[in-house]
């Protein structure tokens, strides 16, 4: 069983920082991408930034220079570091790796999500 757990969600006023963390547990044989899609109310789920397990990273133009994606590999943990956040930033954030198990001599590749941590940025 694979479980992602997301934390570090809260409170935050306009122009301040936030730090979101997930780590992936279980059954993990490796991990290939990881990244973080955000769901604002009444909108749909959408992208904020993806990093492979070689390090490259794509973020949402709406993010670029203020988001730093970041993950480590041994921990299996992937990091949001969120600068500059601004009051449509506020939705719940969401982790999503791509998670091969071992089984029986053969990997399967499951795609896996968190269960969210909520974001609320203050005008």
């Known amino acids: 069983q694979v479980r992602l757990v997301e934390s570090g969600g809260g409170l935050v006023q306009a122009g301040g920082s936030l730090r979101l963390s997930c780590a992936a547990s279980?059954?993990?044989?490796?991990?290939?991408?990881m990244g973080w899609y955000r769901q604002a109310p009444g909108k749909q789920r959408e992208l904020v930034a993806t990093i492979t397990n070689g390090g490259g990273a794509n973020y949402a133009d709406s993010v670029k220079g203020r988001f730093t994606i970041s993950r480590d590999n041994a921990k299996n943990t992937v990091y949001l570091q969120m600068n500059s956040l601004k009051p449509e930033d506020t939705a719940v954030y969401y982790c999503?790796?791509?998670?091969?198990?071992?089984?029986?001599?053969?990997?399967?590749?499951?795609?896996?999500w968190g269960q969210g941590t909520q974001v609320t940025v203050s005008s």
């Open positions: 999503n790796a791509d998670i091969g198990e071992l089984r029986f001599g053969r990997t399967y590749w499951n795609d896996y």
């Open positions: 279980g059954t993990i044989f490796n991990i290939n991408a």
